[in-house]
């Protein structure tokens, strides 16, 4: 799983098994990594918790984990999640334009300043957040 975060400053990024516990880890491990980079772990933990719980729940393969990755550039925080079931992309509203997304996703649209969704070669996605930052630029 290749991540498409291309930032200079500060990644991290981890491998897990697509399971409730490995969402689990998934959370606590960027929450880690944001307060090491010296910024609140709040929203980046509630986004990363629910992307990885979506990874699990919903983009899981029997044999294949997920991948998180964060990125820290200048005033963006970029948080990524890696799964491998491309053919199962997340969205707020359906066609019609009925509400589909169940709450997690209504989170990180509300944590998250932008969000979204790309397909990389099969057969992986990224689903992605950014978080912006005050002013100054985050981090070491």
């Given amino acids: 799983m290749n991540s498409q975060i291309g930032y200079s400053a500060a990644q991290f990024a981890v491998r897990l098994p697509a ?8 959370r606590l ?7 090491a980079w010296g910024l609140s772990g709040e929203a ?19 044999g294949r984990g997920f991948q ?9 925080l970029r948080i990524e999640v890696v799964d491998t079931c491309r053919d199962r992309v997340p ?7 009925d509400a589909e997304a169940g709450r997690g996703l209504v989170l990180v649209d509300a944590l998250a300043d932008r969000w979204g969704v790309e397909t990389g070669p099969p057969p992986w996605k990224v689903v992605w ?12």
């Fill in 68 to 76: 998180v990755g964060l990125g820290l550039d200048g005033k963006v």
């Fill in 44 to 62: 980046p933990g509630l986004i990363v918790g629910e992307l990885a719980a979506n990874a699990v729940t919903h983009g899981r393969v029997a």
């Fill in 91 to 97: 969205c707020l509203r359906d066609a019609d334009g």
């Fill in 129 to 140: 957040a950014e978080l912006d930052g005050p002013g100054e630029p985050l981090g070491p």
């Fill in 19 to 26: 399971t409730p516990r490995g969402a689990r880890q998934a």
């Fill in 29 to 35: 491990l960027a929450v880690e990594q944001v307060l």
